[in-house]
Every structure is written in C-alpha cells, then in structure tokens.
C-alpha cells in the first residue's frame, strides 16, 4: 500500500480492526489483531516498525486507539487476559464510519469527564487517558525504567517472573550481553509433562531480527523442549515467522508489551490502584 501508511490515523484502522477480528472468529489477542491487520493492508516492514515513541511503534499505538475507539463505540470487548471479542452489535457491523465513531466517542468522553465519574480501564489506562495523546503510558515508564537496570538484575527479573509463573528449577546460567543463552527451567503441566525450556532476556531498546531467532535457536541443544526469548522490545514480522517455522524448533517470543503485562499480573514492582465508588440509596433511607 505504498507510504499512505505513514500518514494513516487511529480511526483510518476501525474498519481493518472489525475486519481482523471477523476474520479470527470474532476473538483475538492483540498481536493477532496485529498481524491480521497488517496482512490486511499488506504492510511493508517498513511500515511495520516505524516507531511512535520508545519501542512502541506507530502501528501499535494507533491500533490500541482504535480498539478502544470501537469498544466505546460498542462493538468491542476485552477481558483482563488481553483477548478482545466483537460484541453482538459488533458481529452484526461489517464497515463502520470512522467519522461517526469518532464523534460518538468524543462526545462521550466529555460527558464523562464533566460527570467526573470515569472507571473503566483498559491495558492499565483510563478513559480519560486513552484520549490523552502524547501522554506517557504506564507501560512505556516502566519499560523505560528496566531499560536503565544492570543487565544482571534484569535476568533475575525473569527469572523471578517464570517462578511467579509456575516454572520450577529456573537458574540464570549467562553472562550479561553474551548474546546466547541466559538461563533455563522446567514448566510442569498438572504435576505430570515436564518441558525443558531455555531462555534469553535481553533489554533491547529497538526491533529483534528474525536473525536473533535463528542464533538463539541454534545454540539450543538436543534436550532442549522449548526455546524462550524475553525482551523490553519488539519482534519484527519476519522475526515472529522465524520463530513459528515450520521444521524448526519453536521459540517463544515475549515483547515489551506482554513483559509489563505479565509484571503487572504477577503485581512485580506494579501497584494497581482500584476505584471505590459508593452509591447512596435514597429510597432504602425512606423505607428505614
């Protein structure tokens, strides 16, 4: 599609979002609304990586307005566990008009803020904030903040993350910026299948290569069940392709993006801060 991509907004997006998700059975994670996204404006890797701010690139932060765009809108939904479903109206609506969506979500976010009554979050981010363009996430300050750790201290930080996530026997075995394996565990399913996985945390502050995927993968021995690659940045296409190739053995890929999900899942040097809201009962107090 050219260079017009470079000049798209969130609400060019709306109606290759639904498109995605249509496509996926009316449900998807974010990186496979991603990646049927770009399959569908057949976008180039240029494109793909041009970045906003940070790691995040442009195509990312405009789909997650537009996700949140089209959930204000109701067509959308998503659960804590980051998978986003079409709603029934969503399932109904093929197309949508990116200018009347637009309207209808702005004039709601007003009347919500003049009501000061504004709860519902999404990816750690307020109503009021999703409409806060430019405005520092929570994720980018603590991907910021682990990208000024000592290489050391990050690899115990994955190394506590997959304990935290069931991994048993997980050991750092690498050296900072050796460029190979960093550690390695054991993942247990129901007390029963064991699975050996080897993994490599790296604090990139730009894009991984599907070169870094082959290099990893090539110093994995024979015993090695699964091959794990953590980082505070992001994968390229090509890179996720590599590491689904088929023959090969599979890596496991976690960007920046799932990394702070998963810290503030496991409340790893996160603190959320839930909302109270009272509702007084005038008829209850008539009746007393």
């Not at 290489?151 to 997980?170: W, Y």
């Not at 050996?196 to 991984?208: G, I, S």
Request: charged share 30%; net charge negative; proline share 2%.
């Amino acid at each position: 599609m050219g260079s017009s991509f470079f000049n798209f907004k969130h609400s060019d997006l709306f109606n290759p979002v639904l498109k995605a998700l249509h496509k996926l059975g009316g449900s998807a994670a974010v990186s496979e609304i991603e990646e049927q996204v770009i399959e569908i404006l057949n976008l180039s890797e240029e494109e793909i990586s041009d970045i906003h701010k940070g790691t995040t690139t442009k195509l990312h932060y405009r789909l997650r307005w537009a996700r949140n765009y089209l959930k204000h809108y109701g067509l959308l939904v998503n659960s804590k566990y980051g998978v986003w479903a079409l709603t029934s109206k969503g399932l109904n609506t093929e197309s949508v008009n990116p200018q009347k969506v637009t309207k209808f979500v702005q004039e709601l976010n007003r009347k919500k803020r003049a009501e000061k009554s504004i709860n519902d979050t999404e990816e750690g981010i307020t109503i009021e904030d999703d409409f806060e363009e430019g405005s520092i996430t929570w994720k980018e300050e603590l991907l910021n903040t682990l990208k000024n750790i000592e290489p050391a201290a990050f690899e115990r930080l994955c190394q506590r993350m997959l304990r935290e996530l069931g991994f048993k026997n997980v050991e750092v075995t690498g050296k900072p910026n050796d460029g190979g394996i960093d550690g390695r565990g054991i993942l247990r399913l129901g007390g029963i299948l064991s699975f050996h996985v080897v993994f490599q945390a790296k604090r990139y502050k730009d894009v991984v290569s599907p070169n870094t995927i082959r290099d990893f993968r090539g110093s994995l021995s024979a015993n090695v069940d699964k091959g794990l690659i953590i980082t505070t940045g992001r994968f390229t296409n090509e890179a996720r392709k590599e590491a689904k190739r088929d023959g090969a053995l599979p890596i496991d890929l976690i960007d920046g993006d799932e990394f702070a999900e998963k810290l503030k899942e496991l409340r790893l040097g996160i603190e959320v801060e839930l909302v109270e809201k009272v509702s007084i009962d005038n008829e209850w107090y008539k009746e007393v």
